[in-house]
């Protein structure tokens, strides 16, 4: 083949691939704006709005938490107007509890039906995933008009709870806080960005109520001890016995409701789960 015909060659391909990638595109913008007709125009009885396909959400598994994601996020927990988020009025205004990096939203929609009266967000760093939450539960509450409750108390931001939480969440606010398969980061220099790690957990203690849970879950052994031991040094959390997680139906959520898990029982994987309550504070530390 001549000089001529492989650039032409490259060329065609090039084309082709942008075509895709344009189609892609427009597939992907069509899905949000189907979504968002469904929900705004008054659905005939019995008619049901799709759920979005995570194929048109695709975005690489892990996110630098320490990069400039150029997220908004209110100066202080009164500035934030949860009304956004929770357009159906509720006996609370305040999140109480946090899925952080809800992922895909599994476990979120299982818990909604549980706890009706308590508010629940997750926060999700990765732009796409974040987008399909939100399409999912748009597409579920539209679903489920016939109950004007039903899936009204959850819902999801982009945000970086590494960063921000306490301009989301005042003190002694949140009564549970999860953290599901979280990204690993097997290497070592990375073990900084760990989602658990003691300067963390001192915010985390801040965000919580006294008696409110940690909840922690992971398929890798390694992460599962480096969580287990961060959170047994620090003063204000007491791990919670194997007894109470058996019989705790959050656990029994946490352990079966998530993408993550529901992936790795298919691969007839392993699951570490550790709990833990937060402690009063001392007097002398108030």
Request: charged letters at 30%; aromatic letters at 10%; one cysteine or more.
């Amino acid at each position: 083949m001549s000089t001529t015909s492989k650039d032409q060659s490259q060329l065609e391909q090039q084309a082709l691939a942008a075509t895709k990638r344009k189609q892609y595109r427009e597939d992907k913008s069509q899905i949000r704006k189907q979504v968002k007709i469904d929900v705004e125009s008054s659905p005939e009885p019995g008619s049901t709005t799709s759920l979005p396909k995570k194929k048109y959400y695709r975005q690489r598994a892990h996110s630098n938490p320490f990069s400039d994601h150029r997220l908004a996020y209110p100066s202080s927990p009164a500035t934030m107007d949860w009304s956004k988020l929770y357009p159906v009025q509720h006996s609370t205004s305040k999140v109480e509890i946090a899925d952080i990096g809800c992922g895909y939203g599994g476990l979120m929609i299982k818990l909604g039906p549980e706890f009706p009266e308590s508010l629940i967000l997750g926060m999700e760093i990765r732009v796409q995933v974040t987008q399909y939450v939100e399409d999912r539960i748009i597409a579920l509450r539209n679903n489920h008009a016939e109950d004007e409750y039903k899936y009204q108390n959850i819902g999801v931001l982009r945000g970086n709870a590494m960063k921000f939480l306490p301009n989301f969440f005042a003190k002694g606010q949140l009564s549970k806080m999860f953290f599901c398969f979280p990204d690993p980061h097997f290497k070592q220099r990375k073990h900084k960005a760990r989602i658990i790690t003691n300067t963390l957990l001192s915010e985390y203690a801040y965000v919580l109520k006294e008696g409110g849970i940690v909840y922690t879950i992971t398929d890798v052994e390694d992460l599962h001890n480096w969580m287990v031991k961060h959170l047994d040094e620090h003063p204000l959390f007491e791990r919670l016995s194997k007894e109470w997680e058996d019989q705790d139906k959050c656990v029994q959520i946490m352990y079966n409701a998530t993408e993550e898990g529901q992936k790795v029982t298919r691969n007839k994987g392993s699951k570490w789960v550790a709990c833990y309550k937060r402690l009063p504070t001392p007097d002398d530390c108030e």
